[in-house]
C-alpha cells in the first residue's frame, strides 16, 4: 500500500503496518515513541533474575531460573535431526546437561575466563557446551563448522583455545591437520552420533564423560563484565578480529528478542542462524531461552520445501532468517507453500544483510505478514535498529533505533596527524553519512582479543563507528547504502579479503592476489579473485583449478573464492597496496574515483 508520509520531500513512501491486525496476540511494545521515551536499561534489568550467590551469568538467565520454576517441563529446544528424528529438550533437562558439562570442565581444569571452542554442526552437543561453559565462567567461541582447516586455525590461536569440543569426522577432517599448531590445546572432546564408537586418540569421549559427571552446580558469583563470548570477524586487513562480550550482554538479548522479535511465553521461536555466528549464539541460543520460549534447532541446510514444513508441523509463531535465505525462497517460488496452512505465524524478522524491498513484499504474498529488517553486527552484540511491531514497515529500511540506543549519522574526518578523527553529526534528513551508535549499551563488545589499538580506533567522538554507510529520513528510519571498508559479505557471512588472499599467496604459482566481493542476485556478493602468476607460470583453466581447489582444501567452500581471474599485475598504491577498490570498478565497469595514489605500471 502507498502512502504520503509527511514530513518527506519526495512524498510518496510506501509503507505496510508492521502487525496482523485483529490477532490475538497484541505486540510487547504498542506505542514506539512512548516506550522509548520511558526506557532505561535499568528497568530492563528488572526482568532478570541475578544469581543467587550474586552477580549475572547468562547460563542462569537463560536456563536455571526458568528450570526452577513453572516453566520447568516447558520444551527449551526441539532439535530436527537432518534424518528426520526429533528430539525435546525441556528447562529442566538442559539444566541438567549444561551442569553435567560445566563439572566436565571443572574436572579438566578449564578455568573461569579460558575459552572454550566449539566445532560441530547444529546438534545438542552445542548447546549444552554452550550453556555449560557459561555456567564454568569459561568464554564460549563457537566456529563455524564449514570453515576450512586454515580459518579454524587462525581463530584457535588467537584466542589460545584451551578446551575444543567437536565431532570425530570435524576432528579427523580439519582439526588434526593443524593439531600441532595449537599448544594450548588441552582438551578434545568429541560427541559422536550413534553408532560412531571408534575412539580416536588424544580425544575424550563427551557423552562418557557427562555421563559420569554430576548433575548438580552451583554457578559462583559471575561479575556482570566478565567476559562471556568470543566471536570473530573479519576486516580488510591483518588477522580476524575477536570481539569479546561480557555476560550483562543477556539484558540486550533479552530485551530486544522481547521488543524487536516480540517473543511472547508461548511462542514457537526459529533462528535459522547457524550458532558459528554471532547471530546464531545472540538469538538461537540466548535470547529465545531468556524469554522461555521453544526455539527450533534445525540441523539440515536450507532447502524451502523442509523450511515450509517445518513452520508447518512446528507451528513456529516467530521466524527470524536471513536475506539470501529469502531470496532463494522467492527463486523457488510459492508452489512449494500451496496447501500449507501456517495459523500459527505471527512475526517475520530478517538480519545480516540489505534486505530489498521485494523480499519484504513477497513476505506479504507468501505469508500473509513482511519481513521486519534489522541491524546490528557482530561488535554490537545485539539487533541496534529494527523495524518494530508497533510501527510502520518501510520496505528497504533497517527500522529505528532500539529502546536505549541513540545511533546518529555522522560525518568523519581525519586530522593531519591522522590520529585523531573529528566526528559532526549530520542532521539533515537523506544525507549519507557513516553510522555511529553511542557506547554503553550492554551487548557493546569489550575488547577486541589482544588488540587494543584497533579496539580504540572504532570509537572518536564520544561515538562508536561502525564502519557502515546509511542515511536517516525526516521520520527518522535508518537506510542502509553499504560497507566503509572493503569487507565482503556472502550468503550472510563476513569474509576478510586479508585472509583469502593470504591463503591464495601459499600457491606456488601466485605472485599477487587481490580479493573483492562481486554483486550476485542471491548471494548479494560472492568471493571473487584477482591474481598475478609469478614468472614461469601462464594462466589456464587448469591452473585455475589447481588455486582454487588450494583455496577449498584450506578455507573451505564459505571462505574460499567463487571466481578467480588472472592479470598481468594487479593496482598498487605506491605503498604498495593492493587496490581493492580499483578491481572492484574495473569488474564492474564503474568510475575508477581517485587514482591518485595508483602507483604508475
Ligand atoms: P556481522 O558482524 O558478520 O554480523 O556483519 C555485520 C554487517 O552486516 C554490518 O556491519 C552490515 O554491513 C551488515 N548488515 C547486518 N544487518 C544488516 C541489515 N539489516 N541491512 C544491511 N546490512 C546489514
Given at each position: 500500500m502507498l502512502e504520503t508520509v509527511s514530513g518527506t520531500a519526495t512524498a510518496a513512501v510506501e509503507t505496510i503496518p508492521g502487525y496482523p491486525a485483529g490477532h490475538a496476540v497484541r505486540p510487547n511494545i504498542s506505542d514506539y515513541a512512548a516506550f522509548r521515551s520511558g526506557f532505561s536499561w535499568d528497568s530492563a534489568r528488572r526482568e532478570l533474575d541475578g544469581l543467587p550467590a550474586g552477580?549475572?551469568?547468562?547460563?542462569?538467565?537463560?536456563?536455571?531460573?526458568?528450570?526452577?520454576?513453572?516453566?520447568?517441563?516447558?520444551?527449551?529446544?526441539?532439535?530436527?535431526?537432518?534424518?528426520?528424528?526429533?528430539?525435546?529438550?525441556?528447562?529442566?533437562?538442559?539444566?541438567?546437561?549444561?551442569?553435567?558439562?560445566?563439572?566436565?570442565?571443572r574436572q579438566l581444569g578449564v578455568g573461569a575466563g579460558e575459552r572454550v571452542y566449539i566445532l560441530t554442526g547444529r546438534i545438542p552437543a552445542l548447546y549444552i557446551a554452550a550453556l555449560g561453559t557459561w555456567k564454568n565462567r569459561s568464554v564460549v567461541c563457537t566456529l563455524f563448522s564449514a570453515f576450512g582447516p586454515e580459518p579454524i586455525r587462525a581463530r584457535m590461536a588467537l584466542g589460545d583455545a584451551r578446551a575444543l569440543v567437536t565431532t570425530p569426522m570435524l576432528y579427523q577432517r580439519k582439526i588434526l591437520p593443524i593439531l600441532s599448531q595449537l599448544p594450548g590445546l588441552r582438551h578434545v572432546l568429541l560427541a559422536r552420533e550413534p553408532g560412531e564408537d571408534e575412539s580416536v586418540a588424544g580425544t575424550l569421549d563427551l557423552a562418557q564423560l557427562l555421563g559420569e559427571a554430576s548433575e548438580q552446580f552451583s554457578i559462583a558469583p559471575t561479575d556482570p563484565e566478565e567476559a562471556a563470548l568470543l566471536h570473530f570477524t573479519s576486516g580488510t586487513t591483518g588477522t580476524p578480529k575477536g570481539a569479546v562480550h561480557v555476560h550483562q550482554a543477556v539484558l540486550t538479548h533479552h530485551a530486544t528478542g522481547k521488543l524487536v522479535l516480540d517473543l511472547h511465553p508461548e511462542d514457537i521461536f526459529w533462528c535459522t542462524a547457524d550458532p558459528g555466528w554471532v547471530t546464531g549464539?545472540?538469538?538461537?541460543?540466548?535470547a529465545p531461552l531468556s524469554n522461555g520460549v521453544t526455539s527450533i534447532v534445525d540441523e539440515a541446510d536450507f532447502d524451502a520445501e523442509r523450511w515450509?514444513?517445518?513452520?508447518?508441523?512446528?507451528?513456529?509463531?516467530?521466524?527470524?532468517?536471513a536475506p539470501t535465505a529469502i531470496r532463494m525462497m522467492m527463486k523457488t517460488g510459492l508452489a512449494p507453500l500451496a496447501g500449507r496452512k501456517l495459523p500459527a505465524l505471527r512475526y517475520l524478522a530478517s538480519v545480516g544483510e540489505p534486505l530489498n524491498p521485494?523480499?519484504?513484499?513477497?513476505?506479504?504474498?507468501?505469508?500473509?505478514?513482511?519481513?521486519?529488517?534489522?541491524?546490528?553486527?557482530?561488535?554490537?552484540?545485539?539487533?541496534m535498529i529494527a523495524n518494530f511491531p508497533a510501527l510502520d514497515v518501510r520496505p528497504g529500511s533497517m527500522g529505528m533505533p532500539v529502546p536505549g540506543i541513540e545511533a546518529a549519522i555522522v560525518r568523519t574526518s581525519k586530522a593531519c596527524d591522522s590520529v585523531d578523527v573529528s566526528v559532526a553529526i549530520v542532521?539533515?534528513?537523506?544525507?549519507?553519512?557513516?553510522?555511529?551508535?553511542?557506547?554503553?549499551?550492554?551487548?557493546?563488545?569489550?575488547?577486541y582479543?589482544?588488540?587494543?589499538?584497533?579496539?580504540?580506533?572504532?570509537?572518536?567522538?564520544?561515538?562508536?563507528?561502525?564502519?557502515?554507510?546509511?542515511?536517516r529520513d525526516a521520520d527518522g528510519?535508518?537506510?542502509?547504502?553499504?560497507?566503509?571498508?572493503?569487507?565482503?559479505?556472502?550468503?550472510?557471512?563476513?569474509?576478510?579479503?586479508?585472509?583469502?588472499?593470504?591463503?591464495?599467496?601459499?600457491?606456488?604459482?601466485?605472485?599477487?592476489?587481490?580479493?573483492?566481493?562481486?554483486?550476485?542476485?542471491?548471494?548479494?556478493?560472492?568471493?571473487?579473485?584477482?591474481?598475478?602468476?609469478?614468472?614461469?607460470?601462464?594462466?589456464?583453466?587448469?591452473?585455475k583449478k589447481d588455486i582454487m581447489a588450494h583455496a577449498r582444501k584450506r578455507l573451505g567452500a564459505v571462505v574460499a573464492p567463487k571466481e578467480i581471474d588472472f592479470q598481468q599485475s594487479l593496482p598498487k598504491t605506491r605503498s604498495g597496496k593492493i587496490m581493492r577498490r580499483l578491481l572492484k570498478a574495473r569488474e564492474l565497469g564503474l568510475p575508477e574515483g581517485d587514482v591518485s595514489t595508483l602507483e604508475s605500471m
Open positions: 552477580g549475572l551469568n547468562i547460563a542462569h538467565e537463560t536456563v536455571d531460573r526458568h528450570a526452577a520454576g513453572a516453566r520447568a517441563n516447558r520444551v527449551a529446544l526441539r532439535w530436527l535431526g537432518k534424518n528426520g528424528s526429533i528430539q525435546d529438550i525441556s528447562y529442566a533437562r538442559l539444566r541438567e546437561g549444561s551442569n553435567r558439562f560445566a563439572n566436565v570442565l549464539t545472540s538469538y538461537g541460543i540466548i515450509y514444513r517445518i513452520l508447518e508441523e512446528h507451528k513456529v509463531s516467530v521466524w527470524y532468517t521485494e523480499a519484504v513484499r513477497w513476505g506479504v504474498t507468501a505469508f500473509g505478514l513482511p519481513f521486519h529488517d534489522n541491524w546490528w553486527q557482530t561488535e554490537t552484540g545485539g539487533i542532521e539533515e534528513p537523506g544525507v549519507e553519512g557513516e553510522l555511529a551508535l553511542r557506547p554503553g549499551w550492554p551487548s557493546m563488545f569489550r575488547e582479543l589482544n588488540e587494543p589499538e584497533r579496539y580504540a580506533k572504532c570509537f572518536a567522538g564520544g561515538w562508536y563507528l561502525t564502519g557502515d554507510l546509511a542515511r528510519y535508518f537506510w542502509f547504502v553499504g560497507r566503509k571498508d572493503d569487507v565482503i559479505k556472502t550468503s550472510g557471512h563476513l569474509i576478510g579479503p586479508f585472509e583469502v588472499e593470504s591463503v591464495l599467496m601459499e600457491h606456488p604459482a601466485v605472485a599477487e592476489a587481490g580479493v573483492i566481493g562481486k554483486p550476485d542476485p542471491v548471494a548479494l556478493e560472492v568471493v571473487k579473485a584477482f591474481v598475478a602468476l609469478r614468472s614461469g607460470y601462464a594462466p589456464s583453466d587448469a591452473l
